[in-house]
């Protein structure tokens, strides 16, 4: 049965509410998706029709879309979202679910699948690739850094525009170039009106660097406490390229699978959105 929009969803956790957007029915295969830095729930869209017999909750993560900014004293670091999935499965009554992620969701999953072994059946990462591995000697440049970067955008405003193409023109021409109709599709949920024009609803300490980053020996103890399996779709034509030390790190993944295909770092929203649906269905629920 083809995935169909249900509604949209919200979920109190840890204090912060998350909205989400459901597909599917009840009863079926049940996936949490989760999408990459600075998009929201809307970017699963273009490739979740594709896909059948599966219950998805599309979340948006904290300080994303319609979820909640984390407080004053808290921050973004890629662990801090394990307990909050964890949270939204709990509300749904799953014990065990897939994860489907993006980009920095990608990541995420990784360490949920690590984290809690028995509750992850599968894992579909989409052009997600580990952050920069640390050196544990840089760890106090790099609290250093997130202090500051912490304040420096914690007080900064988002960047406005006179109307509503134009904010999603930013994003097509942003970091992480995104095609028109992909830009568009996130923009529909994610750009608000201001009376000092439209602006992109993320929380702007999301751009500050991450409080610690994890070592060699923190990913290995992740990646090797993985027991479902693990697919990486790995655009060929991604800004993003794992180097030789990312790409050893997916060796201690007891089952992994490594899936080359043509297309951007947001394949999943463009031409190859069926194609991409196709392997994670193919993945999660082999006929």
């Known amino acids: 049965m083809s995935l169909s929009f249900i509604s949209e969803r919200t979920f109190d956790v840890n204090g912060l509410t998350f909205t989400a957007k459901e597909w599917g029915s009840p009863g079926y295969t049940p996936v949490i998706a989760l999408h990459g830095w600075l998009d929201n729930a809307a970017s699963f869209d273009l490739m979740l029709p594709f896909l059948s017999d599966m219950h998805v909750i599309a979340l948006d993560c904290a300080g994303h879309g319609g979820s909640s900014f984390r407080s004053a004293d808290s921050g973004y670091n890629i662990w801090q979202d394990i307990a909050e999935v964890l949270g939204v499965a709990d509300h749904m009554g799953w014990e065990q679910f897939a994860l489907l992620g993006h980009s920095r969701g990608a990541i995420i999953s990784t360490l949920i699948a690590g984290a809690f072994p028995s509750r992850i059946t599968h894992a579909a990462l989409i052009d997600g690739y580990l952050p920069g591995i640390?050196?544990?000697?840089?760890?106090?440049?790099?609290?250093?850094?997130?202090?500051?970067?912490?304040?420096?955008?914690?007080?900064?405003?988002?960047?406005?525009?006179?109307?509503?193409?134009?904010?999603?023109?930013?994003?097509?021409?942003?970091?992480?170039?995104?095609?028109?109709?992909?830009?568009?599709?996130?923009?529909?949920?994610?750009?608000?009106?201001?009376?000092?024009?439209?602006?992109?609803?993320?929380?702007?300490?999301?751009?500050?660097?991450?409080?610690?980053?994890?070592?060699?020996?923190?990913?290995?103890?992740?990646?090797?406490?993985?027991?479902?399996?693990?697919?990486?779709?790995?655009?060929?034509?991604?800004?993003?390229?794992?180097?030789?030390?990312?790409?050893?790190?997916?060796?201690?993944?007891?089952?992994?699978?490594?899936?080359?295909?043509?297309?951007?770092?947001?394949?999943?929203?463009?031409?190859?959105?069926?194609?991409?649906?196709?392997?994670?269905?193919?993945?999660?629920?082999?006929?």
């Open 134 to 287: 640390a050196d544990a000697k840089g760890a106090a440049i790099q609290i250093a850094k997130s202090v500051y970067e912490a304040k420096r955008f914690g007080s900064a405003s988002p960047s406005f525009f006179p109307d509503f193409e134009r904010a999603v023109q930013a994003r097509v021409n942003g970091f992480i170039p995104l095609k028109q109709a992909a830009a568009r599709v996130l923009a529909q949920r994610g750009v608000r009106q201001h009376e000092r024009g439209f602006y992109w609803h993320t929380d702007q300490r999301l751009k500050a660097a991450s409080q610690l980053k994890l070592t060699r020996a923190h990913i290995e103890d992740f990646f090797t406490s993985i027991v479902a399996p693990v697919i990486l779709i790995q655009a060929e034509d991604s800004g993003f390229k794992p180097d030789a030390q990312q790409g050893e790190t997916f060796s201690w993944i007891t089952n992994f699978r490594l899936l080359k295909m043509p297309g951007s770092h947001h394949l999943h929203m463009e031409e190859q959105a069926e194609q991409v649906a196709a392997e994670v269905q193919n993945f999660i629920l082999p006929e």
